[in-house]
């Protein structure tokens, strides 16, 4: 074995490492000198450093006699959440010389001296998309060691401080492949001038992901990134994969699709996101004419992937971009055939965002249009409130047209009983689902749980009017901060045999009072992630304390001992703001048959008044299970609270 080890190429062993653990690693260079040899050079390949603790102890441990000469085997280096003085950076560069990958977040310059952190260069390029501002010697320092030897990858979070200098940075770092500019804040325009100005000092970039505050493709500011008069000349690059977030401005993508023609020949996956509040619709909505459109189809051949995030696509666009007819005519014209093939032969996932707010979108959306490149081809999907006079039936319906959809995301509803959404609806036109997020919306059932377990048998489905196939292979369900009733667990747990992964953020069951019921008897999760769940309505001090799992043979009680109050970022909504602070359980600790007899005495579905808790108190022994709370075990908070009841198997259980 490690014969044929040795003859393999290095890349094969570099892959093969890459799929172990630390764990894997150490037992692999214990297994011969020859073994040791080939996997050792792994071991250290990534260090993360997050607190100055860990900075301590890995820079004493590499400094040391025992792995004096592991900090040349490092190559990819994290360095988040702390400040940093110029003497540790010092040593860092020292300790870790031949570092590809670097991942930073700005608030590691926060121990700098002021001297230090406000440096001003005279001679940097004044520009109004960019600040001008140079970089300090410490910074200048560390881009600089890095970036003329092997730096190829970079990820920079500013973390929306001012005056970021990017384009300093940059210029020390002229072979990186991969680029990720995330949190820009108001003083970084991201224009077509811009991004030229990245694509000048970093030319081999394959990747490039920006994250910002504002975004304006306008061809008028293109000359922005040069001083020169003379006409700008695009040289194409290589890059492959473009994305592009902003708070301000994603909705204007199509004014970059002409650069992209003349700029990326070889992008392969492309996406535009809308990270503000609403969605960027209307107001960015920019008409191109249908030849910019095909100038992009003819150039961009390769594109495998193209996303939309919270951002309308209008009609118009769709039509131009996936049924171009100066493309089709042009297919026309050198076909022998009449018919032509698709502008995108290699296009495999689209990810779409529709709210079907435009007058007629429910006829005439080219996402609802049978053939249609969008139906066949539109693989993830995001739908917002439904527009007034439409129902959520008509919505999933519609819907349903997709045919390869298998990731859906439903949003914006506000939890409104009216605007509530049929499990099994969902499930019947989206026969290839396999990835369901539900979030501030409420979902229902038409029929029982029993009904369903007889169609799921066989039995058929309730009359005929619900034909969905007892293998549905929906795989993952992620509800955030939505309700839900009780049959719907009975309906996933007829026609879903297959889901394995199963999130709960924020929710509450309707139509019970004791508890929340999650039975799956049929399904065999890997994931179970509950946090904050409530009974009948989301109020905040009504924590959930108990937990009943129930598998094939055993039926365990816990109870969460100790817990914190996490930030949940919810929105300045109002409605949203009893999410804000959810419990999240530190530790789940087993409850004591004999008290689990008591527990279930003090939840029950009748009305009690006061007096008839207070009689409760008074007769309630004392648990018997150590360490538990007498607060947690107090009758009223258990009767408004209730419980949870989780009835499934588990290979791996989170709650």
């Known amino acids: 074995m490690p014969v044929i080890l040795h003859r393999l190429p290095f890349e094969i062993i570099e892959l093969v490492s890459s799929s172990l653990s630390t764990h894997d690693l150490l037992e692999a260079i214990r297994v011969s000198k020859s073994w040791h040899s080939l996997f050792y050079t792994f071991l250290y390949r990534h260090i993360s450093i997050q607190t100055h603790e860990r900075l301590y102890r890995i820079l004493s441990a590499f400094k040391s006699d025992l792995l004096l000469p592991a900090g040349h085997l490092v190559r990819s280096l994290d360095l988040k959440n702390m400040q940093l003085s110029p003497k540790e950076l010092l040593c860092i560069t020292e300790v870790f010389p031949e570092i590809d990958r670097l991942d930073i977040d700005w608030s590691i310059w926060g121990s700098l001296p002021d001297d230090d952190n406000t440096h001003y260069d005279s001679n940097a390029p004044i520009s109004f998309i960019h600040p001008t501002q140079g970089l300090s010697p410490t910074m200048h320092h560390l881009f600089n060691h890095y970036g003329s030897k092997n730096l190829r990858h970079l990820s920079l979070d500013t973390l929306n401080y001012e005056s970021t200098d990017i384009w300093s940075i940059l210029a020390l770092c002229p072979h990186l492949k991969t680029l990720h500019l995330l949190n820009l804040n108001y003083e970084h325009i991201i224009t077509l001038g811009y991004i030229e100005t ?11 992901e920006i994250k910002c505050t504002r975004a304006d493709p306008s061809p008028a500011l293109l000359p922005e990134f040069s001083e020169s008069e003379g006409p700008i000349r695009l040289r194409s690059t290589l890059l492959t994969n473009f994305s592009l977030s902003s708070k301000s401005g994603a909705g204007k993508w199509p004014l970059w699709l002409p650069y992209f023609a003349v700029k990326y020949p070889y992008l392969e996956h492309v996406s535009f996101k809308h990270c503000g509040l609403g969605k960027d619709g209307d107001g960015g909505y920019n008409k191109l004419p ?17 996303r939309w995030n919270k951002i309308t696509i209008h009609h118009e666009q769709q039509e131009a971009l996936f049924h171009n007819k100066l493309c089709n005519s042009s297919n026309s014209s050198n076909s022998s055939s009449s018919s032509s093939g698709p502008v995108f032969k290699n296009l495999k996932r689209i990810d779409g965002y529709e709210n079907f707010n435009i007058p007629g979108s429910l006829v005439h959306s080219p996402i609802i249009q049978p053939g249609s490149i969008l139906s066949e081809l539109l693989t993830s999907l995001t739908i917002g409130r439904p527009p007034v006079n439409s129902s959520t039936s008509q919505i999933i319906q519609a819907v349903g047209q997709c045919k390869n959809l298998i990731d859906l995301k439903i949003q914006e509803c506000y939890v409104n009983p009216e605007l509530a959404y049929d499990m099994e609806e969902i499930l019947m036109h989206c026969k290839k689902l396999r990835s369901l997020y539900i979030k501030d919306t409420h979902l229902k059932t038409t029929t029982s749980a029993a009904a369903v377990a007889v169609a799921a048998g066989g039995g058929g489905g309730g009359g005929g009017s619900i034909q969905i196939a007892s293998q549905h292979p929906l795989k993952k369900l992620i509800l955030k901060r939505s309700s839900f009733t009780q049959d719907v667990f009975g ?6 045999p297959d889901l394995n992964h199963l999130e709960l953020l924020g929710c509450f069951q309707t139509d019970r009072r004791d508890q929340v019921m999650i039975e799956l008897p049929r399904q065999r999760l890997k994931t179970l992630k509950v946090q904050g769940l409530r009974t009948r309505n989301y109020y905040t001090g009504c924590r959930i304390r108990f937990f009943s799992v129930k598998t094939e043979d055993r039926n365990d009680w816990y109870y969460m001992s100790r817990y914190d109050i996490n930030y949940h970022p919810v929105g300045k909504k109002r409605a949203f703001q009893k999410y804000r602070n959810m419990e999240f359980a530190r530790c789940l600790d087993t409850l004591d048959d004999r008290d689990v007899q008591e527990l279930k005495s003090l939840v029950t579905t009748k009305n009690l008044k006061a007096w008839d808790i207070n009689a409760v108190k008074n007769n309630l022994l004392h648990p018997y299970t150590c360490h538990l709370d007498q607060a947690c ?8 609270s209730g419980l949870v009841k989780v009835v499934c198997y588990f290979d791996l259980i989170h709650l």
């Not at 249908?290 to 193209?306: D, G, N, P, T, V």
């Not at 309906?491 to 879903?496: A, F, H, V």
């Open 198 to 208: 990245i694509h000048r000092l970093c030319p081999h970039l394959v990747l490039l």
């Open 290 to 306: 249908e030849r910019a459109y095909a100038m992009f189809i003819h150039s961009c051949r390769q594109l495998k992937s193209i």
């Open 491 to 496: 309906c996933i747990s007829g026609y879903c």
């Open 633 to 640: 075990w107090d009758p009223e908070n258990i009767y408004y």
